[in-house]
């Protein structure tokens, strides 16, 4: 099996910066090279929505609303995914939750691997 584990969330003010990390380990941690790992966001009666993907050759997709705001990186080395938000605003207010799958689609139920999700709250 494979464990995602998110940290980094918090309270910021509005125009601020939140750097969150997911941490891979497990059985399968050694094909974290070869997946798609991505973030994904959801706030209270909302839908789940994606964030940011990047795929196992480092190509990135981002949501319209958070382009040119949010990078998403990983560091294969050490199976960490990375969520550098900037310029942070009220509607980014949301559970975070980063997954892992075979290939990168905002359809969430595609993805095999999920963390338990940090909180974002922005005010």
């Known amino acids: 099996d494979v464990q995602l584990v998110e940290s980094g969330g918090g309270s910021v003010q509005a125009g601020g910066t939140l750097r969150l990390s997911c941490a891979a380990s497990?059985?399968?941690?050694?094909?974290?090279?070869?997946?798609?790992m991505a973030w994904f966001r959801q706030a209270p009666g909302k839908e789940r929505d994606g964030v940011a993907a990047?795929?196992?050759?480092?190509?990135?997709t981002y949501a319209d609303s958070v382009k040119g705001r949010f990078t998403i990186s990983k560091d294969n080395a050490k199976n960490t995914l990375y969520l550098q938000m900037n310029s942070l605003k009220p509607e980014d207010t949301a559970m975070y939750s980063c997954?892992?799958?075979?290939?990168?689609?905002?359809?969430?139920?595609?993805?095999?691997?999920w963390g338990q999700g940090t909180q974002v709250t922005v005010s």
């Open positions: 990047i795929d196992n050759d480092g190509s990135t």
């Open positions: 497990g059985q399968s941690y050694s094909r974290y090279d070869d997946w798609c």
């Open positions: 997954a892992a799958g075979q290939i990168c689609t905002w359809r969430w139920r595609e993805y095999a691997y």
